[in-house]
């Protein structure tokens, strides 16, 4: 990780949308440890993301935890209000979508696809959209999406998934000239590592070494860089990792 300086995230409030995410949370690790107060939202719980929460508790008063599904307008509305109870400001959000079982494109029906859209557009559109109102009067708000790569392995099964990613790439784009200048909106694009790659790159290994398979740490540190002061001069851009 950079060696941002003591103030740079001290104090300041971060939402995360999703801390059962793997790369959600460790960016809320990460953030409660550069001095952060972190809000981490999340639905319905296996017995792993449990103790992820717990191990995100641990860290104190930094971490906070709200159940809350944000699948509907109402949902993400109460979101923003429990941050507002809380801390009364908002200066970071970072939105994490979720991803869905796999489903071809043929046989994909309406409850499926609204279900998909629901969970990671829907979600993204609605939070961002109320969180706006404690963003503004914040001097340096920024806003950070986590997609997946849409040529990836992971989504060509899913054509829904694929396009509710493209839809939060607009989104994001579009926003970043649509509010006020003081704003940062980016987001970054997880790209899967293929599955069953031929190992017949002709590429000379002593000039070009194979790339080092990233971990949910990885993209962390990478939505960490778009959140600091020292990504001013990137807005309404899609970075991808991996």
């Not at 649509?178 to 002593?206: G, H, M, W």
Request: glycine share 4%; proline share 4%; with cysteine.
């Amino acid at each position: 990780m950079p060696a941002y300086s003591q103030h740079s995230f001290s104090e300041k409030v971060a939402l995360v949308t999703d801390g059962t995410n793997p790369v959600g949370r460790a960016v809320a690790m990460q953030l409660a440890l550069l001095g952060c107060y972190v809000i981490v939202g999340f639905s319905e719980l296996t017995e792993d993301e449990k103790n992820a929460l717990e191990e995100l508790r641990s860290l104190g008063t930094l971490a906070n935890t709200v159940e809350i599904d944000i699948t509907e307008a109402t949902g993400a509305k109460k979101l923003i209000e429990e941050v507002e109870k809380l801390y009364g400001r908002l200066d970071l959000l970072i939105n994490c979508l979720k991803f869905a079982d796999d489903s071809p494109f043929e046989s994909t029906n309406e409850k499926h696809f609204d279900r998909i859209l629901e969970a990671n557009f829907k979600s993204v559109f609605f939070v961002t959209q109320e969180a706006l109102r404690l963003m503004k009067p914040r001097p340096n708000p920024k806003i950070v999406s986590v997609l997946s790569m849409c040529d990836s392995e992971e989504t060509k099964n899913n054509i829904a998934f694929a396009a509710a990613n493209q839809a939060v790439v607009g989104a994001t784009r579009s926003l970043a000239v649509a509010l006020p200048s003081k704003f940062r909106i980016n987001a970054v694009a997880v790209s899967e590592k293929e599955k069953n790659q031929p190992d017949n790159d002709p590429l000379d290994p002593e000039l070009f070494r194979a790339k080092k398979e990233i971990d949910e740490d990885d993209v962390a540190r990478t939505i960490i860089y778009l959140l600091s002061k020292e990504s001013i001069g990137i807005n309404g851009q899609i970075v991808r990792v991996g």
